[in-house]
C-alpha cells in the first residue's frame, strides 16, 4: 500500500504561482510514476503532469510552460510549481502514484483545492 499527502493548495490570484506538494509514504521504494491530476466541477478527472523515478516527465498541453513537476526521490515527495495561473486551473488536485510491479493501478492523494481568481 502507498498513502499520499497533498499539502499547498488554496486561494490565488489569477497570474500569481502556487506550489503543491505529495508526500508518499508505505511502500515507497516500489514507486515508479508520481503526479498529479485536477478535476473541475463538472468535469472528468484529468492528467496535469507525471514523472517517473527516473525523471521522465509528462505534461498536459494546457499546462506547458506553466507548470513545473518534479521529484525528491530521496524524501519521497513529488511537487507541482503552477505559475501563471488561470481561471480554468480552478479545480481539485489530486496526487497519485503507481508501482513498477503495477503500472495501471494507481494510488490517490486526498485531493487539494486549487482557486484562481480572477
Known amino acids: 500500500q502507498v498513502q499520499l499527502v497533498e499539502s499547498g493548495g488554496g486561494l490565488v490570484q489569477a497570474g500569481g504561482p502556487l506550489r503543491l506538494s505529495c508526500a508518499a509514504s508505505?511502500?515507497?521504494?516500489?514507486?515508479?510514476?508520481m503526479g498529479w491530476y485536477r478535476q473541475a466541477p463538472g468535469k472528468q478527472r484529468a492528467l496535469v503532469a507525471s514523472v517517473t523515478r527516473g525523471g521522465s516527465t509528462n505534461y498536459a498541453e494546457s499546462v506547458k510552460g506553466r507548470f513545473t513537476i518534479s521529484r525528491d526521490n530521496a524524501n519521497h515527495t513529488v511537487y507541482l510549481q503552477m505559475n501563471s495561473l488561470k481561471p480554468e486551473d480552478t479545480a481539485v488536485y489530486y496526487c497519485?502514484?503507481?508501482?513498477?510491479?503495477?503500472?495501471?493501478?494507481?494510488?490517490w492523494g486526498q485531493g487539494t483545492q486549487v482557486t484562481v481568481s480572477s
Open positions: 508505505g511502500r515507497i521504494f516500489s514507486i515508479n510514476t
Open positions: 497519485y502514484a503507481s508501482l513498477l510491479s503495477a503500472p495501471a493501478y494507481y494510488y
